[in-house]
């Protein structure tokens, strides 16, 4: 899949309970996967091993389907001919599952003032490559490349299900919700093989539904800005939802002192350079992908406003003094776990 969803790192970290023995007829499966370049977990509850393993690898076929359409390091990806026609005046036929993402991403794109954009290819590709060569790109490169940005720029032909890409030289990139995507799509799969309590986590893009057996709900973790090991004292308590952080802990680019994050900004063509952590809770996993990425961009009262009015919970963390201050929607309290010994 995309390097840049690999690039991506979303700093939570499952706590999950072993419930074996706790339910007489369902028991605890977990199965993990090498997908897009990271762990792909699937944890869920049913009757008996075969079963499970079957349900297993249904899920990870279905993703390897999806990736071969979305992935833009595939030469042959779905993804990548569709790109291979920008600038030529020709529509391009997409299959259902490209046309559904990409109509998810424009709508995506509107209620976000365009901070979301997955045109953004051309950007994405030049600082993917400037973090492996440890190069810092010239402003007339990246004024170069803002003039093929621009969601309006993707032409959706909800009829026949067709893209046109305006200009030669546009490039996609889906790494900001395609993650997301999947893994609503893997659970989607599971509930239509009636499994009731099941996660999925596709390197930090959490997908939830039910619980496990004489729980609340599934216990995650977030962690705090800048660290991969130090989390939240509070942590939260999900059930038939997702959630997403966004953060730099791994991704980004030091220049004359300034720290540049791998979530670029569609308006500057640079990295943002606030160090903070996103988390957002959503309905469905596509959401929660894209909203972190666009929360990320706006600032702080339009990113509250943008989750209030799609009715998503959001959390902004960042550092003081060496120490988190949280800044969380109205909504997004309700979700803290509320017995520490559970």
């Not at 690039?7 to 369902?26: A, K, M, P, V």
């Not at 993703?63 to 291979?84: K, M, R």
Request: a positive charge; hydrophobic letters at 35%.
């Amino acid at each position: 899949m995309n390097t840049r969803l690999l690039q991506i790192y979303f700093s939570l970290s499952l706590i999950f309970s072993s419930s074996l023995g706790e339910c007489q007829s369902l028991k605890r499966f977990s199965f993990t996967e090498n997908k897009m370049g990271s762990p792909f977990g699937i944890i869920f509850y049913c009757e008996d091993s075969s079963r499970a393993k079957q349900l297993s690898i249904q899920c990870f076929q279905q993703v390897d389907s999806l990736v071969n359409i979305f992935s833009d390091y595939f030469p042959q990806s779905e993804l990548n001919q569709l790109c291979a026609t920008a600038g030529s005046g020709k529509s391009f036929q997409c299959s259902p599952a490209l046309f559904a993402i990409l109509t998810l991403a424009s709508e995506a794109s509107k209620k976000s003032e365009g901070t979301f954009d997955i045109t953004l290819g051309p950007l994405t590709h030049l600082w993917r490559k400037c973090r492996r060569e440890k190069t810092f790109p010239d402003s007339a490169t990246i004024k170069e490349k803002l003039q093929l940005i621009g969601y309006k720029k993707m032409i959706l032909d909800s009829v026949n299900h067709s893209v046109q890409l305006m200009l030669s030289g546009m490039e996609l990139d889906l790494g900001g919700i395609a993650q997301g995507y999947i893994a609503q799509k893997t659970i989607d799969l599971l509930k239509k093989k009636n499994i009731q309590n099941a996660l999925v986590d596709v390197s930090g893009d959490i997908v939830c539904i039910g619980k496990p057996p004489n729980k609340s709900g599934w216990s995650v973790a977030v962690s705090v800005p800048n660290s991969q090991n130090e989390f939240l004292e509070r942590q939260l308590q999900l059930n038939n939802c997702a959630v997403t952080t966004s953060g730099d802990i791994h991704q980004f680019i030091e220049h004359k002192g300034i720290r540049y994050s791998h979530l670029i900004d569609p308006k500057t063509g640079y990295g943002i350079t606030s160090q903070v952590n996103v988390t957002v809770i959503a309905k469905e996993g596509t959401q929660a992908d894209w909203l972190t990425k666009a929360c990320s961009i706006l600032p702080r009262k339009k990113a509250m406003k943008l989750a209030e009015q799609v009715n998503a919970g959001l959390l902004i963390v960042e550092m003081k003094k060496g120490k988190p201050v949280l800044h969380a929607s109205k909504n997004f309290n309700h979700f803290w776990k509320t017995d520490v010994h559970e």
